[in-house]
Nanobody, 124 residues
Framework: QVQLEESGGGLVQAGGSLRLSCAASGGTFSYYHMGWFRQPPGKEREFVAA????????YYADSVQGRFTMSRDNVKSTVYLQMNSLKPEDTAVYYC?????????????????WGQGTQVTVSS
């Protein structure tokens, strides 16, 4: 069973950047596809980005396409989410997730393990 811990959240002005990290432990990291989700205040959790086991293919929500970049380092057992050109509507708790299915999906049901989340707040 893998444990996930997010870091890198914080307060940033609109137009700024943040890089989130998610460190995995307790499992063979390369066995899992990885995803980032977020939950804005008062809203449902939503898909942000995902990456396949090898890191060669990534998927993004339309709302972050072109602004966010997801990557992974299988040696360090860590995934990253580089967030640029941040907007107030990006304010949310961001969660890292790991899944054992063949391919990553955009549904939370595609993932088996979750981190505790990290808060990202973008001020206008």
């Amino acid at each position: 069973q893998v444990q996930l811990e997010e870091s890198g959240g914080g307060l940033v002005q609109a137009g700024g950047s943040l890089r989130l990290s998610c460190a995995a432990s307790g499992g063979t990291f390369s066995y899992y596809h990885m995803g980032w989700f977020r939950q804005p205040p008062g809203k449902e959790r939503e898909f942000v980005a995902a990456i396949r086991r090898s890191g060669g293919i990534t998927y993004y929500a339309d709302s972050v396409q072109g602004r966010f970049t997801m990557s992974r380092d299988n040696v360090k057992s860590t995934v990253y989410l580089q967030m640029n050109s941040l907007k107030p509507e990006d304010t949310a708790v961001y969660y890292c997730a790991a899944g054992v299915a063949l391919r990553p999906g955009t549904s939370a049901r595609s993932y088996d393990y979750w981190g505790q989340g990290t808060q990202v707040t973008v001020s206008s």
